[in-house]
């Protein structure tokens, strides 16, 4: 776990055991998908933020951006660490929902434990059709097309990948192909833009909307957005 922790806060990772009780603060991730107020008080935390930001009134930031912003990190927070562990050991883990827990505190980067049978070996679909479709399913139902939530999805990845890369750069070469791996599932095939070969650069289709939580809808764009020239 320390070597997951080194490569930056998204990767950090506690363990637990499923037959121990989860003990306040820790909760049971399954939650954010079963109970719709769990994922909506996520959402209002973050729309508060987003609102105090451009230092407008909450009503002005749309929900469907605040639900795809939440959606956006909590999918990184489980990507990363899940792609760390695939890098670092060559072998996937398999991290459904009823193996992981986490402490609703306010930010991307908020404690997170898996049970010790998601290391059991797995493929990078346990991740996709799992855990991350069924985030991606719970949070439509706020208004937000799939197709941006696929999208935030590919962001994640490309965006954990780049980070391992980062701070591992022997390792860069297998962060990428496990990016590679997720990018070519099918639930992500139509989510990247072709780039000119060589070039290192990463171009989603679609767009998190962030940049209309600004005041006028004028925020900055995100480096690999769709609407980014």
Not at 92 to 109: E, I, K, N, S, T
Not at 133 to 147: D, F, I, M, N
Request: overall charge neutral.
């Amino acid at each position: 776990m320390d070597q997951l922790a080194a490569l930056g806060p998204f990767f950090a990772l506690d363990t637990h055991h499923r037959d121990e009780p989860a003990r306040p603060p820790w909760q049971e991730l399954r939650t954010l998908v079963e109970d719709p107020a769990v994922l909506r008080e996520r959402v209002d935390g973050v729309r508060g933020h987003l609102a105090a930001a451009g230092g407008q009134a909450v009503a002005v930031v749309e929900l469907r951006v605040a639900a795809s912003v939440t959606q956006l990190g909590l999918t990184a927070r489980l990507v990363s660490p899940t792609l760390g562990v695939a890098v670092l050991s060559g072998r996937w883990p398999r991290p459904a929902l009823d193996l992981a827990r986490w402490q609703p505190v306010p930010g991307g980067a908020f404690p997170l434990s898996f049970d010790a049978a998601a290391f059991e070996p797995g493929t990078p679909d346990d991740l996709l059709a799992g855990p991350v479709r069924e985030l991606v399913l719970a949070t439509a139902g706020l208004s937000v097309s799939p197709k941006v939530l696929w999208g935030n999805v590919a962001s994640a990845v490309n965006g954990a990948a780049t980070v391992l890369a980062g701070a591992r750069p022997e390792l860069a070469a297998e962060a990428r192909a496990a990016a590679a791996l997720l990018l070519a599932h099918p639930l992500l095939r139509d989510t990247v833009a072709p780039v000119p070969p060589g070039t290192g650069r990463f171009r989603r289709r679609s767009c998190c909307l962030i940049y209309r939580a600004a005041p006028g809808g004028a925020g900055a764009l995100c480096g690999d957005c769709v609407l980014s020239r």
